[in-house]
């Protein structure tokens, strides 16, 4: 894990790219990777989830909220859109930075810490400039380090989304696993389905890991990857192993 002023800087990083992206973009125009969404509901979606997410951090919440209470806050006027999102992500990076990392609050993760928040709004931030970009027709990457840790943190925060993603409670087996390796950091994450839970550990390409179904792409197209944001098929990823474990996965691991 990076520092939480690391993370502070990525999102507010992110915020400032979402924005320029959303500047180019036609509000009523489809997002592939969303069905059913457009740019203006991604803008909605994103903006309010940064909303949410600061009050919490704000008041360091020791309790849940919902988002959907910030959801009379988003523009009527396409012509206002920019404006809002920009606003909404700046208040958010000020109360990031405002926060001591080790204050406790609450976080629908394992860390009860407000660092949970600049870890998670890093990410949150990433995939779906994703989205944008690809609503845009553009290309998108993170750089391999960050996208290393957005692979980390998506593993991590995966067996505590039950709530909002009821189908993760399939990801269960008879010791069946699968290895996703980042070709141009050696990292390699093994992650293992047990009768009762799924758990995963990162290791290195050095090690001599054997896995039913196996994913290898550079770290920011797995990053991608595992977010549903790349497909088996798709290039840059290769696929080797138990193609149905594989699909199993893909199927019940979307948050």
Sequence with gaps: MWTHERYC??????????????????????????????????????????????RLVRTLSPRASSPRRHAD???????????????????????????????RMWSWGEDQHARFWSRRMTFEAAVHRADLHLALGRDFSLSADEAADGVDEMLAILPYATPFAPKVENLRGDGATLAFTAADTGDRWTVGLDKDRFGSRRSSTSDDVHADAAVRADASELFLFLWGRRRTGDPGISVAGDRDLLAFWVENSEI
């Design 9 to 54: 800087d990525a999102t507010e990083r992110e915020v400032a790219a979402f924005t320029a992206a959303l500047r180019d973009a036609d509000p009523g125009a489809p997002v592939p990777s969303c069905p059913g969404w457009t740019v203006r509901d991604l803008a909605h979606h994103l903006g309010v989830t940064q909303r949410w997410a600061e």
């Design 73 to 103: 806050e988003v523009p009527e006027a396409d012509a206002d859109l920019v404006s809002w999102f920009a606003e909404g992500g700046a208040a958010l990076v000020a109360a990031l930075r405002a926060s001591d990392p080790d204050a």
